[in-house]
């Protein structure tokens, strides 16, 4: 029997992104997908069924080398982590039906190798959607973040930027699980709400609103800086560094106030590591993924018993991911953005 | 019998330092010294032999709070690390002729708090001025910012800046002990070639003489960066952070060009912390204070087995003291700056 052709969307990038980043540089484009699978592979055919737009993918939009991660290339389908369903497998660990989730396309379907899979765990009554968030890359960074790298401690003063981001969202809560006192920053007033009165931080701000961030610093950490979760660099860092504590940690996992700016501020208070005899520390999710067991069981065990919530905000259609992108990029999300490219086919 | 006074030169703050250091900041006062003890303490009374100019004084000649170290008062006695002879001794662990370190004034005599002394080591065959050098504080910041900040292993890529310097020209001998490869920058061609020729340096370069650091590194260091052990801060940090490989570790031990300077270069590059998950760690000495036997003892014996070598730069007479210091800033020392006060008093 000839195999089936099927319609499959695409989003590909137009041309490396060389200014801001625009809804234009990502292009939807009407494809094919033979549902087939070559033989001798390892392969897995994939209905996809959520996406997810990232900040860090928006490095992957120049043209670079020398990066942990490739740039996408001018004309390919955009990828990114997703959660899917499996059409076709020649991977034994995997059967149609399954939902699994790692990196795919953003577009209908997908081949992928079936080793990059992760299945769901067995009887998992989590939505979907929490695999591309709290259970998932960024649940992953959040944890392995604040415990491996923060080295936090009951009690410590906690300063979180992007605070209710994907990533920032979690890292307060498990700062206040421990024993912390935790302010968060955020830009606009919907947002400082959600971190005081769902994610229970003790003080937030809108920094858009901070004329003077050293002074809000200041004002929220009477007593100085232990941990700082830095999400934006820039300003915001410049303005930590003058308020850490002695033996304070700054543990990097983004600085998305850089990623779009050509003429990136520049930082003026490294100096201060010395006094305070701090540490900085980049870190990617990826070199902890030995820990998404981990994670999936206690965040797991943490979202049941409603001690940790987890706020997404779903884009539906696939046609919408480069909008969805650009909202990520100005933190016009509320929550950790999700696309929606289809329901899951019961059929399967 | 009434105490005798005695003739006691001091260097005083003018004032505090608002632009760029200068030997007239620094003067010296025709002042005298009771010989006496104030009973009911456990004070000492030093005849000073030899004082340490070093690059952190710069910084206590500001105004300034919230600093690890308290300012200088202008009119009063510049401190610092000295080897001193005890004259007199309220404090039982010493006695009349002892030599000693620790802190103490830049002035013929002083009187200190016993406790706040070590004795040097009995049967010390080791020229004095060492004790402010390779066996005192530059040893212990070389020794800890080495061995425990950096996490050295065999095969790194390590280099220094300010290489030639008080620590720099100890840890590149560290470093090649462990069999790392090892390169430094200096600010002159003798220094450069004493990096080379006399401490082992595998490579060093006249950093005045490049007009792009980055070129230079990525020259030096073709396979990356490992271990930074940053003595000087501004552009050329930027240039390491575009040259460190992944995992790389960047002990902060001091920001030279920082010193000096009103309108600071500020970092741009700091965003390489991400994807190489570097570490960059600021230390001070003094929370080592504990290692200093281990280093009088393990340093002692490489000195002894011509393991390691260091170069001294002695300047005659407590009147050239304030010279001595703008040496050290402007970088004209070579090897660990000392001045000498005065010959031991044999009949101690």
């Not at 990232?54 to 990828?79: A, C, E, H, W």
């Not at 491996?148 to 920032?168: I, M, T």
């Amino acid at each position: 029997m000839a195999a089936m052709v099927v319609k499959n969307r695409q989003i590909m990038l137009k041309d490396y992104v060389t200014g801001s980043f625009e809804v234009s540089d990502l292009q939807l484009h009407d494809g094919t997908c033979l549902l087939q699978l070559q033989e001798g592979t390892k392969d897995v055919l994939l209905k996809n069924l959520y996406i997810s737009p990232d900040p860090y993918m928006r490095g992957r939009m120049q043209k670079r080398t020398n990066s942990y991660v490739d740039s996408f290339l001018p004309g390919s389908v955009i990828t990114g982590f997703g959660v899917s369903q499996v059409v076709l497998s020649s991977h034994p660990k995997f059967s149609k039906g399954d939902f699994v989730t790692g990196f795919t396309g953003w577009e209908d379907f997908s081949i992928v190798k079936g080793e990059s899979l992760r299945p769901l765990p067995t009887g998992n009554s989590f939505p979907l959607t929490h695999f591309l968030g709290v259970l998932g890359m960024p649940g992953l960074t959040a944890y392995a973040g604040f415990y491996k790298v923060c080295s936090p401690k009951e009690g410590d003063n906690v300063f979180v930027s992007a605070a209710s981001g994907a990533v920032g969202q979690l890292v307060g809560q498990f700062a206040k699980l421990l024993g912390c006192y935790v302010v968060g920053s955020a830009g606009s007033k919907e947002k400082v709400d959600l971190l005081k009165s769902t994610f229970g931080f003790d003080e937030a701000f809108n920094y858009r609103e901070q004329t003077d961030l050293d002074a809000a610093l200041k004002k929220y950490f009477p007593n100085g800086i232990d941990i700082y979760f830095e999400n934006v660099g820039g300003k915001m860092l410049d303005a930590v560094l003058n308020n850490i504590n002695v033996f304070a940690r700054i543990a990097v996992c983004g600085m998305i106030s850089r990623y779009e700016s050509a003429e990136p501020y520049a930082i003026q208070n490294l100096i201060q590591l010395i006094p305070k005899r701090a540490k900085m520390q980049g870190f990617l999710a990826t070199d902890f993924s030995h820990l998404y067991p981990e994670v999936t069981e206690k965040v797991g065990v943490l979202l049941k018993e409603k001690k940790v919530v987890y706020i997404e905000d779903v884009t539906e259609g696939l046609e919408n991911a480069p909008t969805a992108m650009l909202d990520v990029l100005h933190g016009k999300n509320v929550g950790k953005k999700i696309v929606k490219v289809s329901d899951p086919d019961i059929n399967l």
